[in-house]
């Protein structure tokens, strides 16, 4: 079932075109890994998928209905979107912050409910942040706001995640835990969009691969077809190399 479709999407900052004509459908159950150098519009794509961006051509539907028909409230029950910054502009505990992703499912006058507040507390523990439930967010690491950031997004059990860079700041394990819990994600059905900055997270949790050239060009599909080390290269503008090791492959940059 095809969940987001993208239409000859041209997508501008000022004057510089950071995608232009992008065509692709991301369907249930697919992984799909962002890939592309500081400022290629990667985040700016990912604002646009979730409404909040105006492409300069182009057009984008959810469930096949154009994204701009779409009510923001009905939007929010399709897609979460996890944002690349964690902003705190107001005390807020992380069961607080967390509940947030429940709010697309309540009424106006509406509470969270016994199974809000217990969905939002295994989100938490899946991320190794039980116990953290009246922390102030203020107070936690970057790492650990950003534990909490994708937490919500979980919470908020949309069939579509738009995940900017939710590895970032994270040590070794939580990485691994993280992309443990993206994994079962996909496995039960949902799809998911995730920004990153190391093609080695692909070969671990996605199907499909987006290369955004920063200068208009893109290249995008199955992971396999679209990520090698002469296409990582030009992405980056350094040479990379594949290394295979117990059976698994990785990219690492020539020395």
Request: glycine share 8%.
């Amino acid at each position: 079932m095809s969940l987001l479709s993208v239409h000859n999407l041209t997508l501008q900052q000022g004057d510089r075109v950071l995608v232009q004509d992008l065509n692709l459908t991301i369907t249930q159950g697919e992984a799909w890994i962002v890939l592309g150098e500081n400022g290629c519009g990667k985040s700016t794509l990912l604002s646009a998928w979730a409404g909040w961006f105006k492409p300069q051509h182009g057009h984008i539907e959810l469930n096949g209905v154009p994204l701009s028909n779409v009510l923001p409230a009905q939007r929010a029950k399709v897609l979460a979107w996890q944002t690349q910054h964690d902003e705190c502009p107001f005390p807020l505990s992380v069961l607080e912050k967390t509940l947030t992703g429940r709010h697309p499912h309540l009424g106006r006058w509406q509470w969270e409910s016994a199974a809000d507040l217990a969905l939002a507390r295994e989100q938490l523990a899946r991320l190794d942040l039980q116990g953290f439930d009246q922390r102030d967010l203020a107070s936690l690491s970057g790492g650990e706001r950003r534990r909490v950031s994708l937490a919500t997004a979980l919470t908020q059990q949309a069939p579509l995640m738009l995940l900017d860079e939710p590895l970032s700041q994270l040590d070794l394990r939580h990485q691994q835990q993280a992309l443990q819990v993206l994994r079962t994600e996909r496995a039960a059905g949902r799809s998911i969009v995730m920004v990153s900055h190391d093609p080695n997270h692909a070969a671990q949790c996605a199907t499909h691969a987006l290369l955004l050239f920063g200068d208009g060009k893109w290249s995008a599909g199955v992971l396999a077809e679209v990520l090698n080390s002469e296409s990582l290269s030009r992405l980056y503008h350094y040479p990379v190399s594949l290394v295979r090791q117990n059976g698994k492959s990785w990219f690492v940059p020539q020395q």
